[in-house]
């Protein structure tokens, strides 16, 4: 599993349940989310567990403040897969006119989540941030003559994971 999971647990009571508890692993640190009316549920991101094998236990509570714990459920988290990006234009080491335009063009392979963005990067400012295909962005070379810039393009998905490109160098003339 990865991505969003809901999770429910059953839980009853003579007395009322007042709240049941998730965890990941062990019952005592910070749960990962509380429902206090039935269907005892909570949406549970698995991208932030580590990939592997894992237990999802549940505690209720009642009015009177008794506290019961579940058995654990197995479950196997999967790897979370980053994008990946890279800069297919213009080639590393390549040089443009100062006050040119430059089309930055990127190819871009889905990771666990889709794609939200390609954010491109002249150094660490971004030039443009493109939301859909094909991913490309003009990027006007500064006046500074045999300057070198480095850029980059990030993948962003829809969960906020980047996958970084390798640098591409080029040179104003």
């Known amino acids: 599993m990865s991505g969003n999971v809901t999770v429910t647990a059953d839980a009853s009571d ?13 019952v005592g640190g910070t749960p990962l989310g509380s429902a ?3 269907p005892y549920s909570i949406t549970w991101d698995a991208n932030t567990a580590s990939a592997g094998s894992h237990m999802l236990l549940a505690t209720a ?14 479950v196997t988290v999967d790897a979370l897969t980053l994008p990946q990006v890279a800069i297919t234009s213009p080639v590393d080491g390549s040089s443009a006119a100062r006050k040119s335009t430059v089309t930055i063009q990127a190819s871009v392979t889905v990771g666990s989540n889709p794609i939200a963005r390609v954010d491109f990067l002249a150094g660490s400012s ?10 490309q962005c003009d990027w006007v070379v500064p006046p500074s003559a045999n300057k070198t810039y480095q850029l980059r393009a990030d993948a962003v998905d829809q969960k906020g994971n980047v996958g970084e490109s390798n640098p591409v160098t080029v040179t104003a003339r």
């Open 36 to 38: 206090t009316a039935a």
């Open 126 to 135: 971004v030039v443009c941030t493109v939301t859909a295909a094909p991913y």
């Open 14 to 26: 003579n007395v009322g349940v007042t709240r049941v508890n998730l965890y990941l692993d062990s």
């Open 61 to 74: 509570t009642d009015a009177a403040g008794n506290t019961g714990t579940s058995t654990g459920i197995p």
